[in-house]
């Protein structure tokens, strides 16, 4: 298959362009960045192409777009029209309307939530369905950093909320498609937001997983400090604590009102490093495409995430 890039910045350059020019039968077809990425082009012996308004590009099979999210819709939209299949980085879009816009033109895209493929992720899953320890009472996730501008140059991209789409979509995407994917029915009950210049500094949300169990998931994330990031469910009898952000966390259980806390073991069947979490994601959708299966574009973009942000960003109070 032949795959074009369009953005040629850090995730491109240090691991779908790596990972793509390791995969058999991939042939990369062409990058494209608004500054022409000559030297990344000869690295890979590809077309390199600058962005205009006028671009056009070779056909391909597989276009991967890591645009930041506030510029890449007409991009979206163009190789839609075009019947091109459609790699693209997270979030998919920036709100609720254009995603759905999005996907009545096109059932060929998908987008990188690429934590679902994750060991943590998947034995998380199989434990809930399971319902070896009952039913879960409720969630609580807490992580942060501080992300300012410092080490930043002026002119990038995440100095820009429009551009960037500010940290909820930047960042708290990735723990909102976890979530999407453990998980059905979920609907936002309340949400309160601390802005900056029209950056998220900080959310607090209450999710509510409705169902036959239902239960609340309380989701606090900060960028004004340090927080050690984790999830603990909450279930009958025990809770089961671990880090969401890893791959491979471990899992840590213990008994309700207790200090002791013991190590589950988890099966090993999926991703334990980034990278691999990145590679089963371009594996899935290189199948689904060669196998002409039909894709499920509201899983594959993960339209429930993109929903549930844009709800907290609506309801989030501005301070």
């Known amino acids: 298959m032949n795959v074009g890039v369009i953005g040629a910045g850090n995730i491109s350059s240090s691991v779908h362009l790596p990972l793509l020019s390791c995969m058999d039968d991939i042939t990369i077809k062409f990058i494209a960045d608004r500054k022409e990425p000559k030297t990344l082009a000869k690295l890979y012996n590809t077309k390199s192409i600058e962005l205009k308004e006028q671009s056009s590009f070779p056909d391909c099979d597989i276009v991967l777009i890591a645009l930041p999210v506030g510029v890449r819709k007409n991009y979206l939209k163009k190789f839609a029209l075009d019947n091109?299949?459609?790699?693209?980085?997270?979030?998919?879009?920036?709100?609720?309307?254009?995603?759905?816009?999005?996907?009545?033109?096109?059932?060929?895209?998908?987008?990188?939530?690429?934590?679902?493929?994750?060991?943590?992720?998947?034995?998380?899953?199989?434990?809930?369905?399971?319902?070896?320890?009952?039913?879960?009472q409720k969630i609580s996730i807490v992580e942060g950093s501080i992300n300012g501008k410092t080490g930043i140059n002026k002119n990038s991209y995440k100095n820009d909320p429009e551009i960037s789409g500010g940290f909820l979509r930047e960042s708290a995407s990735h723990t909102i498609s976890q979530l999407t994917f453990l998980f059905e029915n979920i609907s936002l009950n309340s949400a309160d937001i601390l802005w900056y210049e029209n950056f998220d500094l900080e959310f607090s949300v209450i999710l509510d997983v409705i169902g036959n169990d239902s239960f609340s998931i309380n989701y606090k994330r900060t960028q004004l400090e340090y927080v050690e990031p984790k999830i603990?469910?909450?279930?009958?009898?025990?809770?089961?604590?671990?880090?969401?952000?890893?791959?491979?966390?471990?899992?840590?259980?213990?008994?309700?009102?207790?200090?002791?806390?013991?190590?589950?073991n988890q099966e090993n069947n999926f991703a334990s490093t980034f990278p691999e979490a990145y590679y089963l994601k371009w594996n899935d959708f290189i199948s689904k495409i060669s196998l002409s299966s039909q894709l499920n574009p509201e899983f594959e973009t993960s339209l429930s995430t993109t929903k549930i942000i844009s709800d907290i960003i609506q309801k989030g109070t501005k301070k």
């Open 84 to 136: 091109t299949y459609v790699f693209s980085e997270k979030p998919f879009t920036m709100d609720l309307k254009t995603h759905e816009e999005l996907l009545q033109l096109s059932e060929k895209f998908t987008c990188n939530y690429e934590r679902i493929f994750y060991n943590t992720t998947r034995n998380m899953k199989n434990i809930i369905s399971s319902k070896i320890f009952g039913k879960i």
């Open 232 to 264: 603990i469910i909450f279930f009958e009898k025990i809770k089961i604590e671990f880090n969401h952000l890893l791959p491979d966390s471990t899992f840590f259980i213990s008994p309700l009102n207790s200090d002791k806390k013991f190590i589950l």
